[in-house]
């Protein structure tokens, strides 16, 4: 579907609301990863070359619908200004007089933002009447946060239907990726599904099944798989209860053609800590009083096979219990796989969601893969074929 981009848009002279999603991990009042801060560059500086006054609407944490002072985007200025590397100004309410003020204001060059959206309940409400008051603050509207789309909320999906309204380069660039991993991919495509639950992928594997070649199970969840194979999995995570859920996902993918690969090998351990005495023992040979903590050497090098037959590879969760070692080694060695041949310009390799890319970044494979997604919870709701609001709006716009 079609959507406008900057390119038709009046810029000069416009304020433009440019909906972000600069919700950053903050520790000790520092931010830790400023992601997210540099991938709304592009956009905001386009902007400015094209002599308009970019307005930031953005959501921070989950206040739900209060003013809550840890939550006040104040304390992002300094890191933004510093990332964007022109001056940010700050409206302590994203509506009213002082918010008016502030965009009335606005010297060229400069940029506004405005305080969390998500303090006034109206925001996750998708209220009318707050995206009207948001509306009166700009000319134009750009969605830049992909990664908020999969909210129907005032600044991701009200305002489209009331300004002129565009994707910016980054909500652009994740379609994009999105689009050539599956909506339009290069065959053979693998999906590599990793992290603990299975309860939270069940919708993305159904969805899977229909749009790739082969999916490649590790993490906690491959424990279910194996589970409703009748393997004794002893002491590792499992939901037992969903082995129903994944024996009909192995049915409707052996009917859709789409393999499931399960591991053929594991790491084992006694403690779930770093550094713990492991082995590797085949998939069905996990000791009762042990728990599977990653894929074994095995799995990897078919894995690594694998990709290296395939033209696509789209990559959701931890193979392996990565936060501690040595059980990040499966997710690490196949990582490095898909980034090396990403690199050699044999692979299209695209990762997104949670904690994928901390699991990606720590071995430096992400770096090198085509694109990671900015995204989470929207990247998850993309893969199971959910329409999001956010880019909806913007289609319907254009
Ligand atoms: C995210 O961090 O995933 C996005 O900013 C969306 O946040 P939310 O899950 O609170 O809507
Ligand atoms: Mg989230």
């Excluded at 709304?40 to 006054?53: Q, S, Y």
């Excluded at 970019?54 to 989950?62: D, E, I, N, T």
């Excluded at 052996?254 to 005495?277: N, S, Y």
């Excluded at 033209?311 to 969760?317: E, H, L, R």
């Amino acid at each position: 579907m079609a959507y406008r981009t900057l390119d038709d848009l009046d810029l000069k002279g416009r304020r433009v609301l440019v909906r972000v999603d600069i919700n950053v991990p903050v520790r000790d009042d520092r931010v830790t990863d400023t992601t997210r801060m540099e991938a709304i560059r592009p956009t905001v500086l386009e902007i400015l070359a094209g002599g308009g006054l970019p307005v930031l609407l953005a959501h921070f944490g989950r206040p739900k619908g209060k003013a809550v002072p840890e939550l006040t985007l104040g304390q992002l200025i300094d890191p933004l200004t510093e990332v964007l590397g022109t001056p940010v100004q700050f409206s302590p309410d994203c509506i009213g007089p002082m918010a008016e003020r502030a965009a009335d204001r606005l010297a060229a060059g400069h940029v506004l933002l405005l305080e969390n959206t998500r303090f006034h309940p109206g925001e996750e409400a998708n209220d009318p009447a707050f995206a009207q008051a948001l509306a009166r603050l700009g000319e134009a509207y750009v969605n830049d946060a992909f990664s908020a789309a999969h909210r129907a909320h005032a600044s991701t999906e009200g305002l489209a239907r009331l300004l002129p309204s565009a994707a910016g380069r980054l909500m652009q660039a994740e379609l994009a990726a999105l689009a050539g991993a599956l909506t339009d991919p290069e065959r053979p495509v693998i999906a590599v599904i990793g992290g603990a639950k299975i309860s939270t992928k069940l919708e993305l594997l159904g969805n899977l099944i229909a749009r790739v070649d082969q999916i490649v199970i590790g993490g906690g969840m491959a424990n279910t798989f194996l589970a409703a194979r009748g393997i004794d999995v002893g002491k590792s995570l499992c939901e037992h209860d969903l082995a129903g859920a994944a024996r009909e996902i192995i049915v409707r993918s052996q009917a859709a053609g789409c393999e499931l690969v399960l591991p053929t090998d594991v790491v084992v351990a006694r403690e779930f800590k770093a550094g713990a005495a492991s082995a590797v023992v085949a998939a069905d040979a996990c000791p009762p009083d042990a728990m599977i903590l990653d894929l074994g050497p095995a799995s990897v090098e078919d894995i690594k096979a694998r990709f290296a037959l395939a033209k696509t590879v789209v990559w959701n969760g931890p193979l392996g219990a990565f936060e501690i070692e040595p059980f990040n080694a499966a997710t690490d060695a196949a990582a490095l796989a898909a980034a090396d041949l990403t690199q050699a310009g044999r692979l299209l390799s695209v990762a997104g969601g949670g904690d994928t890319v901390a699991a990606l970044n720590a071995s430096g494979a992400a770096a090198r893969f085509s694109y990671v997604s900015t995204a989470g919870g929207a990247f998850l709701e993309w893969l199971e074929g959910k329409t999001l609001p956010g880019v909806a709006a913007l289609e319907a716009a254009s």
